[in-house]
């Protein structure tokens, strides 16, 4: 199974500024997905990251608040920009296998101030 | 589109006992895969079984099995001989077979493990 490698694990952000979550993968893989999980809730997907394409975002979430790159097939980030308290949460990456399970990383835990 | 659904909140188990958290789902597609994730405190998400909708057998991995019912689209996880380190959320969650499929998620069961 594939390892993920999420960073930073934690961080506390001011209102107004922007952050990147890095997201790295030990082996290539196709599919990337962001989600969204508030403590003790379900996982809310953001957007699937495709390599060289945009990424396509589910509803309620825009690049414009959640751009992401994804610049080949081992890695990828997403940036929180111009935060809010609201946008407090855990944000995880995960990777699709080609047996079809998702593997993911350890969460990014980002607190706004 | 796809739902998953799972209606308890909260379960608590003796420990060395079994424990069955349920799952139901909803999909038009014929192939997919039903998965159970398990979500410890440390909000590590940890496969814990996959089912291939084709197969009739029923998965096992150790003391995890399932009960998958196509037809009533049931998906339940037994735990058997529950120990202390099983105590986490479990997450349900559907996926079809395509390529750029994503993965949904029921809203999860807290299991709790009673020494």
């Known amino acids: 199974s594939a390892v993920i490698s999420q960073k930073p694990s934690r961080d506390i952000c001011q209102r107004g500024t922007s952050l990147t979550i890095q997201c790295q993968v030990d082996s290539q893989v196709t599919m990337m997905f962001w989600y969204r999980q508030q403590p003790g809730q379900s996982l809310t997907l953001i957007a699937t990251a495709n390599q060289g394409s945009e990424a396509t975002y589910e509803s309620g979430f825009v690049i414009d608040k959640f751009p992401i790159s994804r610049p080949n097939l081992t890695f990828s980030t997403l940036t929180v920009s111009n935060m809010s308290p609201e946008d407090s949460s855990i944000y995880l990456c995960?990777?699709?296998?080609?047996?079809?399970?998702?593997?993911f990383g350890e969460g990014s835990r980002l607190t706004v101030l | 589109a796809q739902t998953v659904t799972q209606s308890q909140p909260e379960m608590s188990v003796q420990e060395a006992e079994t424990v069955t958290l349920s799952c139901t789902y909803d999909t038009s597609e014929s192939d997919y895969y039903l998965f159970w994730y398990k979500q410890p405190p440390s909000r590590q998400m940890i496969l814990v079984i996959r089912q291939e909708a084709y197969k009739q057998q029923n998965a096992t991995e150790n003391r995890f099995s399932v009960n998958f019912q196509k037809a009533a689209k049931s998906f339940s996880l037994k735990i058997s001989d529950s120990q202390l380190g099983d105590a986490a959320m479990y997450f349900c969650a559907y996926r079809h077979t395509g390529a750029n499929s994503k993965l949904t998620f029921g809203k999860g069961i807290t299991l709790s493990v009673r020494p």
């Open positions: 995960s990777a699709a296998q080609d047996t079809g399970e998702l593997f």
